[in-house]
Each structure stands twice: as structure tokens, then as C-alpha cells.
């Protein structure tokens, strides 16, 4: 194993790549691109997302709220109500005080308190409501997708597609929808598999390596495949999708388990302040209703957060959705967040997956312009990507116009070949070539030229910085003769840099993990600027790094598509398998990303934090917001027989009842005004964790402490309006 | 100089000896426990009580021996008590009454040292010496060793094991608690502090009539009373009494025994977690807290404005003169923030303000420093709580010293911080509720309220200290704060115990930038405030009816 830590080294800033790179997308489209492996989001190299770490953000409308007013209410019903252990003692609060205004119905202040009880109990489950809303409606597009099928088994029977085994055979020719989940056995079919990952380019499945397995509920669009069904009707990928989306498969996180116990010991704490309170009110010498403890009780429990949490978790899990990627459990998203070590493929992920002409390298004798000019004849035939980008190369860096093949009249035209392993041109009675080195010098040999005699020194030269040389010669009235070397060379994808550089700050540790020798995957992990990487690995390689890196008490994510990632893919905490994948990696893995892009793994670990972030966030603002609550409830209490307590009325509120009634209006709408934020999650820049823990403290912190004595004063304000409570 | 001036060189100058002091200290009790040598002495007493002293346990053996041991303590404190009409050195005392007999042995037991009696008119030699003095030394190192297997909790991985509570016990005693007892009590008798067996005097008073006054082995049991976070005077005015604390040095000097294993106590936590600044943010937190509260309660007893009181230079009732303001104030509010609970004067004539201050002091856990070993762990817990919340801030699952918080731990931490309040609140309503427990009342009103809110609060939080007025040597508050003073002592060691054994259970995480870290300013000021923010919630209605509506009137 080839794996060393080292400091990266900072490089010349290079700029002609970005726009070299722009170039090679839109012909790699056109050129050397796979038909599976689709781009819609490898076109953003650097995996950024587009909203800036929001993902989700203005998905979240006023008419939401309406359209989950009806599943809010149903969620009064108790038994629903009971999960939550702060909002089922909000619940009953509420039923108290409404039992208690009935008893006594002249008592306006009674029935207003409990009218902003029930409130408060509706918004929270409207906050939920509203979070499942948006998985539902994806939910019903794939469940379109589950039509019942029926199966064609390769011995001729039919069966429904429900009433399939594991192990059955069926057969799937154009225009089928694929009965269940399973691996092609046999043939090779285009699919569209739009139904599950909105993409609409078709992609390729074939018997044997990683592209064999199908997904039930996507459609053969061309040829006949055979395909043994892995998974049993009702537990096919689709039916877990649909119940992820729903969130019908949530269960309680550790995280969420741990937050939840804590709040329900506030709640404690908080109902003995409260059920202790008339006693010392009787001995002070003042009666307290229980609409008044109801309503102080209230308001002190951890309301805001015990609203919100539910719909904070289903909310991530969304966000998720939104990106294409189907995380299996909410334990997974969370251990996402913990990452402390990232696996990432060198190709596709770090670099853009083809070597590309980085340099024209002149030989004793001869200039770079020549090469340059060399170079680019000769690969005008030339229509791999190698190729393409020697074309603009040259462009690019020594300003020379791509000449169409139709300008040069009576050019002979070679193109590459497995077998000479060169292209080149006959025009204007010159022989161009470029190629392999071997070729091109048996090529100069045979006419007779020569090979400069620093030839073999620069192309070593190449080879060990972990680049290809290719050479260029030339066949002409001063006969053949070698020109120069052009080096090509992995391309680091465009921000990697600055990304793996968030990452470091961040406190992830970045590894590539690469085939290539040790000496070329030393170069590129330079230039990407990871910490580590493991070369010539093998799948044993890689699972012995996860192991080594959990033994130490670290968290690590990776990506993989292979039969032979399925053991390293399961070992990580989070195992995200493209869905390209096979079906092995795709049961393997904690995730499964639809775009099959590999880049995404950041995001994934960005989209835990920010869920761990919202949670910390908006308990700390909840916590924060009960001191203007005694503030506001205290004297409003005892201020009529310890007068000196009215001094604790520093927000001056016009009346004792009118106090009371603006905290508890407060503590009910401030869970609607965070709904948003709870839905869309707290912003998330990537940043050392003591600065994004000053940030946070002083937003959610202070602005907690602040916020409600504000509000909390402007309810009093408008309520004193209201004849009989001002 | 003046006496503000005075109050703040006297604090000053504890904070400097502290400074001092807290480094060998803390390296030495690092040393102690973890030492693999055992004294001659040592193996005497291991060899006495039956038990293997390398055998490693887990936290439910550890728990086992720290139940046993109390409870046996309980059993023979109160069977001396019964007896004490047949000891030698009685000086006719009669037996205890068994609910006095009952709560002292408890109270004794748990760190607590509630008096319900007078003890120059109750205790004879032999149950001040060998009963009481013996718990002080005892009932203190239990609560070290409790904070010490914690401490290992966090430094140990992957396994249960918390060390041996025998050999904890014996050593906190053998090698800390003794040594320091002698070197102080020998101090304490230059300075004036009595220590003798005599018997009643009968001495003539200056206005004539006589009184009686007898000796003891004070000095000894006063070092420890400090020292030990132990608080039960050998007399009933305590450390106002000028035969246990005859000048302004001693006293400073008691304040200082008191605070002097606490402190030091974060510098061996930081040394045995392997991070000394780690140690340091937990001092620095107690340090701000302790250093905020004798400011506020300086300024709120020197700033009082009622005519008789400006005339004084400030409240100087139920003061000694020759503490003055700032010698009082830096001692009550040390005997509230630490789970002492000796005083030098009376925490009832106190400004409403001042009461509070005392009072909030105790509600904050005893965690600034606190007890001998509850301050470590109380404030340890505190700041699992504190970077829970603020962990989930930064987007990791929160850790504290590369142990992960997960469900277990939190569902523990939260228990704990659950027990006090409750213990706190629930007694104070019952006896507001109940016919006659009201009546143990000297003064209505708010101060009323106080004087039984403070009571509670005292013995929830082992504290000891009482706020003068309340008469508590009744059935039923003898009763009551007996079992309020042993559940508030042992059920929290059953959690921190517990915790323990699942901390040291875990792998540990390693810290990258993305971890909170928990040596920092940042830190520090996060965890006073959440503190602050959770004390402050639970008993601001309580503190409200009691020394706000008094300071506020």
C-alpha cells in the first residue's frame, strides 16, 4: 500500500484551465461521453449547489400551509400527539384549560389563553405536516411508476409482477417495464430510468461487470435483456423510495433520541416550577388559576423546538431527495455530518475522468510553436478526447486557429488506430504523426530521420510527474525528425482545490483513491490538494484504510459503484453507491445517489451538518427566549402583593392578563415564523467549528434572548387596542 | 484603607495563594490516583476492610462500594449518637433523639453537615471525634473518588473499568485529606484556634451572670470542616464562634482550606485526561462564577442604603466585626458556591439581595468549585449538557474530550440536573402546604418563604448551611432533610457513576477543526451562561417570592 500524509503544496494558479475545461464539456457530450453516465450535475465540476448550501430554500410557500391545514388536525389526535413528550404536555394543557373556560364561560382571558394553546399545538403539527407534504408529492410520481406489471418468466409462464421471487428469470424486450429489481443475466438493453431519477437520456444495462442491475419500474427501451430478480415484490427499490419520501420509514435518530430526552427534561424541570408554584403562591397570598400555570407552563417547556424537531429531521432527509440522493436510514445523514474522513474516487471525481494536452515540450532544435502547430495537424483527425484537447491546446495557449479538415485540400487524413497507435496528416508534401512514444519513434527510425537525443529525457520526464507523453514528428524536405513531446496529463476538476480546502477546514480529511503507480498518483493529489491518498489500491486496500481509520475513532464516507466496493461500502458510516451501480453495491451502501455522481459526497456531509446545526440552532434559540417569558409572566403574577416585583417588568406591558396572554401569543407564532427556517435549515458556510459556534451563539444565543422581549412587547402593545384585555 | 478596599485585597490574595497553591496540589492528587504503589499504612486497612485494592471495577462494582460504605457510615453515625449516655467524654450529654440522630447521620454521611442541634450542648467528645470528625474526612473522599472515576471515565477507551473505589477512598484519605488536615489544624492552633478535652466551664460575663463554655478537639475537626467541604461546626455559631475562627487571618485561611481541593481538583482532572488547558476552561468557568458572585455580593452589602445600615458602612447585621463586610461576604458566598456550608455569620440578616445570592449560589449545583470531588463531576455534567446544545451548533454529533454524547449520556446528565430542583421544590411546597411545618417559621412574609426555601436547598444540594430563623429540629424537618440531604447526595452518584462507566466504555473520537472545542474563552462563556440560563429557569418563580420580592420591596 502507497499511502503517505504529507502538507499539500500550493501551486502556480493556472489559469487557462477553466477554460479548457469549458471546451472539453460541451464537445464530451457530444464525443467520449458513455451514454450512462449522464452529467446533469457533473457539468458543475465543482459540486457546489447551486443555492449556496440552501438547498431546498423557497420550496416553502403560504400556500402550503393551507393545503396541510386538514392533516394538521388530524394529528390532534392524542395517540399521534404522544411522540412528541413537549407538545402532548402542551396538548393537555390545552384540553385543561378549555375543560376549565367551559366551567367557567364568562372568562374571556380563559377561553383567549386557550384558543393560543390550541394554536400553538396546530402550528407545531403543521410545521410537520407541511415537511411530509413535500415528500408526498414525490412520492406520488414514483408510485406512478409502480404500475402492475406484468412478467414475462424465461420459461415461458406469466405472472404478475407482485407475485415474483427472488431468483426468477424474466425476459424484457423494448417497450416492457422491468417487473422488479434484479440483475441483467443476459443481453444488453437501453433503459429509462427517468421514473426514479428524472433523468430522461436513456442508459445502458448489460450482463456481467458493474452496469448489470435493473431497477423495477424503469422501461427497456431498446434490445432483450434476461434478468434474475434479486429483491421480493414490496421491498423493491421504488416501494423503499416511496416510504423514505414519506417518511412512513422515519425512525428517531440517536441525535434526535438524545435532543428529545433532554427537552423532556426541561419539561420536567419546568412542570415542578410550575406545579410547585401554588403553594408558595397561597402562603404569598395570592390564588393562581390554572389557566395562569397552564399558560406560564407553556410558555417555559421548550416549545419551539419541541414543534419544530420532527419536521427539522424530515426536512433533511428532503433535502436530500431534492439532490437526487436517497438516504436509507436518518441515522445515515447524521453520521454524515460527523465525517472526519473522505474516500474519493480519483476519476470522475477529483479529475475529470480523460488526460488532456497540458504542455507542448520542444526538443533540442525545435520551438514550442512548432510542436504547437505540429500537434494540432496531426490531432485534427484525432476524435478522442486526448485528442480534442491537443486541438485546443493549442488554441488556447499559442493562439492558433483550429483548422477544419475541409480547409487543407488534398490532406491525407489518419486517423488513430488501436493497431498504430498514432494519427496524423499528408499535406503541403509534409508527414505529420503523433502518438505513443514507441510508435512514433519506429515511425521516424523507418524514414530514416533521427530522435533527438533528449527525447527519451523529456518523456520520462513526463511519465514520472505522472503524465503521458505523447511525441510529434515530422516527415519533410529536411527529412524526419522527432519535433517535441506533448504532455498530457489527469485534469484536476475545476475548484477541487478550494473545496478540499473547505473540507480541511471543516476538519475532513480528504483521501483519493486511485489505481494509477504511486509517482502519478502523488501529482494529481497534489494538484487537487488532498491530504492523502491510497495508490494502486485495490478493494482490500480499501477496506483495510476504512477499517484503519474507524479503529481510530473516525467517521468515513465513500463513494463506490462495483460489485467489489459492496464490503467497503457497507463498512463506512456512509456508504453513498451511485445508482449506476450494481445491485450488490446499491444494498451495500447507506445511499444511493440517483445521478451516480460521485462529487456529491461533500454536499452529503454538508446537508448532515446543516441538520445538526438547525437542531443545535433552534433549541438554543427556544432555551434562550423563556427569560422575557418570566419577565414578562412573574410580575405579572405577584406583582399585586410583592409590589417590588413589579420592578421585573422592564418591558412595561399594560396589564397583568394582557402580559400573559403576549407571552403565550409570542411563544405560538414564533414556531410559524421558524417554520421556514426549520424546513430550509440554518445557512451552513463551511468554517472551523469555533467560528460557526461564535456565529451561531451570537445569532441564536443572543438573538433568542433578545427577540421575544421585542416581540413579546409589540403583542402587548397591539392587544392593548383590544377593549377588556389592554 | 476602607473596608471595600480591604474585601478586595482579601480576595485578591486568595485568588493569588490559589494560583499557587492549586498547581502541586493538582499534580500531586494526579499522582495519587494514579499511582500503582500502595503505603504500609494503606495495605493495614485494605487487609482491615477485606478487599482486594488493584482489582479494577466497574462502575456498578464502584457504585456498589460507594453505597455499602455510606450506608454503613449512616448506620454506625447513628447508633453512636443513640449510645452516647454510656461513652466515655460525654460531659452528661444524653443520647440524640432518634430523628435528630437520624438527620445528623445522614447529614454527616452526605457531605451535608446540617445541624438540627447545638453541638457544645448535644455531642460529647467521642461523637464529635470519632463520629462526625471521622465522616468529614470520609464522606469527603467518597465524593473524590466519585469525580476521579469520572475523570477516568473520560480518559480511559474501550473499556468499563473505573479503578477501585477502596483504594481511592483510602488514598483521598491517607494521602490528601491527612496530611493537609494536620499541617492546616497545626496553623489553626497557632493562630488561636482551641484543641483540648476539657470539660464545661462556667465563666462570668462582662454584664454579669455566667455562662458555659466548653473545649474539644477543635482545630482538628475545623481544618476538616473546611478542608473536606464539610461545614459542621464543633460549635452551633460555627465559624463565627471565636474558638473556631479567632481572627481575620483564620478566617481567610478557612476560605481558603475550603476552596483549596476543588480547584485543585480541575488541575488534576486536566493532567488525567491528558489536556491540562481542558482543566483550565473548567477552573476558569468556576473562577468566573465565584468571582461574579462575591462582586455582586460585596456591592449588594456595602451599597445598602437604609439609615442605620449607611451609618455602618454597609448591612452589618449578624456580621462579625472583626470580618467586617468583605471577610463575610468572600466566606458566605465560598461556603454557598462550595458545598460547605460553615459560616462565619448569619446568612438570614443578610439584604434580601445578599440571602439570594447565598441561596442562588447552592441552586447552582455546587459546581463553583463546589464540593471536594461534587464540584468536579457537578460541573463536568454541567458542561455535557452545555456542549450538547452547542455541539449540534457546529454540525457534529457533540462530544466532550473525544467521548461521544450520545443518548445514554445525555438521557444521564439530564437526570441528574433533574434531582436537586426536584428535591428542592417539591419540600419547599410540601412544608408550605402542610398544617404544621409553617410553623418552624420565625419571620412572615417573603423572608419567611426564604428561611424554608434555603432550607431545602441547603440539604438538596449538601450544602449545610442554614439561614438562621427556621426552626428545623422538629420531626418533621429532621425527617425530611435527612432523606433530602441522602437522596441529593447519592442519586446524582448513581448517574455520574453510570456515566462514567459509559464514557469509559466508548472509543474515543479524535479532535479535527471541525470539533468543538472545549479549552477555549468561547467554551467558558458558554457554559457559565448555560449555567445560568438553567438555574436561573428552574428557581426564578421560587427566588421571585422569596429574596427578589424582599431585595425589590
Known sequence: MATRIRKPRTQQPRTQRPRIQKHEDSMSAATSTPPESRAPHSDLPAGRPSTEGRGGAGLFSPAQLIASLPEAFRKLDPRVMAKSPVMFVVWIGSVLTTVFSVTDPGDRFGWTISVWLWLTVLFANLAEAVAEGRGKAQADTLRKAKTDTVARRADGTTVPGTELGVGDLVVCEAGDVIPGDGDVVEGVASVDESAITGESAPVIRESGGDRSAVTGGTKVLSDRIVVRITTKPGETFIDRMINLVEGAARQKTPNEVALNVLLASLTVVFLLACATLPPFADYAGTRLTLVVLVALLVCLIPTTIGALLSAIGIAGMDRLVQRNVLAMSGRAVEAAGDVSTLLLDKTGTITLGNRQAAAFVPVRGATEAEVADAAQLSSLADETPEGRSVVVLAKEKYGLRERHQGELVAAEWISFTAQTRMSGVDVDGRSIRKGAAGSVTAWVRERGGEVAEDTERLADGISEAGGTPLLVAVEDGDGARVLGVIHLKDVVKHGMRERFEELRRMGIKTVMITGDNPLTAEAIADEAGVDDFLAEATPEDKMALITREQAGGKLVAMTGDGTNDAPALAQADVGVAMNTGTSAAKEAGNMVDLDSDPTKLIEIVEIGKQLLITRGALTTFSIANDVAKYFAIIPALFAAVYPGLDKLNVMRLSSPDSAILSAVIFNALIIVVLVPLALRGVRYRPMSADRMLRRNLAVYGLGGLVAPFIGIKIIDMLLSFIPGIG | ?553
Open chain 2, 1 to 553: 484603607m476602607g473596608p471595600v478596599t480591604a474585601g478586595v485585597l482579601q480576595a485578591l490574595a486568595l485568588i493569588g495563594a490559589l494560583a499557587i497553591v492549586h498547581v502541586p496540589l493538582g499534580n500531586h492528587m494526579a499522582r495519587v490516583y494514579s499511582s500503582s504503589r500502595h503505603l504500609r499504612v494503606e495495605k493495614w486497612l485494605y487487609k482491615g476492610i477485606g478487599v482486594d485494592p488493584d482489582a479494577e471495577m466497574l462502575w456498578t462494582a464502584y457504585l456498589r462500594g460507594v453505597l455499602a460504605f455510606s450506608f454503613a457510615g449512616v448506620l454506625f453515625l447513628y447508633l453512636l449518637q443513640r449510645v452516647q449516655g454510656i461513652l466515655p467524654g460525654a460531659l452528661g450529654f444524653d443520647p440524640v433523639e432518634p430523628a435528630q440522630a437520624f438527620n445528623t447521620a445522614a447529614s454527616f454521611v452526605a457531605n451535608t453537615n446540617w445541624q438540627s442541634y447545638h453541638g457544645e450542648q448535644t455531642m460529647g467528645h467521642v461523637v464529635q471525634t470519632a463520629g462526625l470528625a471521622v465522616q468529614n474526612f470520609v464522606s469527603a473522599a467518597v465524593g473524590m473518588a466519585v469525580a476521579v472515576a469520572l475523570v477516568r471515565g473520560f480518559a480511559r477507551a474501550r473499556t468499563g473499568e473505573l479503578g477501585n473505589f477502596w483504594s481511592d477512598l483510602v488514598r483521598g484519605v491517607t494521602r490528601v485529606l491527612v496530611p493537609l488536615a494536620v499541617v492546616g489544624a497545626l496553623v489553626l492552633v497557632a493562630c488561636g484556634v482551641i484543641q483540648n478535652f476539657s470539660g464545661i466551664h462556667e465563666v462570668g460575663q462582662f454584664t454579669g451572670g455566667s455562662q458555659q463554655w466548653n473545649g474539644g478537639a477543635v482545630a482538628s475537626q475545623e481544618v476538616i470542616k473546611e478542608l473536606g467541604t464539610n461545614g459542621g461546626g464543633y460549635f452551633n455559631a460555627n465559624s463565627a464562634h471565636p474558638f473556631e475562627n479567632p481572627t481575620p487571618f483564620t478566617n481567610l485561611l478557612e476560605i481558603f482550606l475550603i476552596l483549596m481541593i476543588p480547584v485543585s481538583l480541575t488541575r488534576t482532572f486536566g493532567l488525567m485526561v491528558g489536556s491540562v488547558r481542558q482543566g483550565y476552561a473548567i477552573l476558569a468557568t468556576m473562577a468566573t462564577i465565584w468571582v461574579g458572585f462575591v462582586a455582586l455580593m460585596m456591592w449588594t452589602e456595602f451599597a445598602h442604603h437604609e439609615g442605620a445600615l449607611r451609618i455602618a458602612g454597609g448591612a452589618m447585621e449578624g456580621k462579625e466585626l472583626r470580618f467586617g463586610i468583605g471577610g463575610s461576604s468572600i466566606f458566605a458566598v465560598t461556603t454557598t458556591l462550595t458545598s460547605t456550608g460553615a459560616v462565619d455569620s448569619s446568612h438570614s440578616s443578610y439584604t434580601g439581595f445578599g440571602g439570594g445570592i447565598a441561596m442562588l449560589g447552592m441552586m447552582l449545583g455546587e459546581i463553583a468549585p463546589g464540593g471536594v470531588g461534587s464540584g468536579l463531576y457537578g460541573m463536568l455534567i454541567m458542561a455535557i449538557v452545555a456542549v450538547f446544545i452547542a455541539g449540534l451548533m457546529v454540525g457534529r454529533t457533540p462530544e466532550y474530550l473525544g467521548k461521544k454524547i450520545g443518548p445514554r449520556e445525555i438521557k444521564l446528565a439530564a437526570v441528574y440536573i433533574l434531582i436537586t430542583p426536584t428535591l428542592v421544590l417539591v419540600f419547599t411546597s410540601l412544608a408550605l402546604a402542610l398544617p404544621t411545618p409553617p410553623d418552624s417559621m420565625l419571620n412572615p412574609g417573603a423572608h419567611g418563604f426564604s428561611e424554608v426555601l434555603y432550607a431545602f436547598t441547603s440539604a438538596a444540594n449538601n450544602n449545610g448551611s442554614a439561614f438562621a430563623g427556621l426552626n428545623a429540629d422538629t420531626g418533621w424537618f429532621n425527617t425530611a432533610t435527612g432523606l433530602v440531604m441522602l437522596l441529593g447526595r447519592f442519586l446524582p452518584m448513581v448517574l455520574v457513576l453510570a456515566l462514567a462507566g459509559s464514557l469509559a466504555a466508548q472509543q474515543p473520537v479524535p479532535a479535527t477543526a471541525g470539533t468543538l472545542r472545549t479549552e477555549t474563552p468561547v467554551f467558558t462563556g458558554l457554559l457559565v451562561g448555560a449555567i445560568a440560563i438553567i438555574v436561573g429557569l428552574t428557581y426564578f418563580p421560587a427566588l421571585a417570592l422569596g429574596p427578589l420580592a424582599e431585595g425589590l420591596a
